[in-house]
């Protein structure tokens, strides 16, 4: 099993900056992907940014150039460095992992990041 454990969000105001953390912990041998999701209220969950093993990365194009996503291997920790925060950034965002060789996925229970006007 695998937990994760997210950390980092909060109340920031339009244009502002947060950063958030994840760490796993439990029984796996490596970690393959790690991302972020966000679920806004009344609308599905989207993957908003992820990083592999590798360092490679890929991004949702409505936060491109405003986020960062990064991973410490050696923590088995992923950041969501997020800049230019705006209105529509509102959402629970939740972190996700996938262990391997054993494919399977585990998810975070969440954190609220709330961006006022």
């Known amino acids: 099993q695998v937990q994760l454990v997210e950390s980092g969000g909060g109340l920031v105001q339009a244009g502002g900056s947060l950063r958030l953390s994840c760490t796993a912990s439990?029984?796996?041998?490596?970690?393959?992907?790690m991302g972020w999701h966000r679920q806004a209220p009344g609308k599905e969950r989207e993957l908003v940014a992820a990083?592999?093993?590798?360092?490679?990365?890929n991004y949702v194009d409505s936060v491109q150039g405003r986020f960062t996503i990064s991973r410490d291997n050696a923590k088995n920790t992923v950041y969501l460095q997020m800049n230019s925060l705006k209105l529509e950034d509102t959402a629970v965002y939740y972190c996700?992992?996938?262990?391997?060789?054993?494919?399977?996925?585990?998810w975070g229970s969440g954190t609220l990041v709330t961006v006022s006007s």
């Open positions: 439990g029984t796996f041998f490596s970690l393959n992907v």
């Open positions: 996700n992992a996938e262990t391997w060789p054993v494919r399977k996925n585990y």
């Open positions: 990083v592999r093993r590798d360092g490679s990365t």
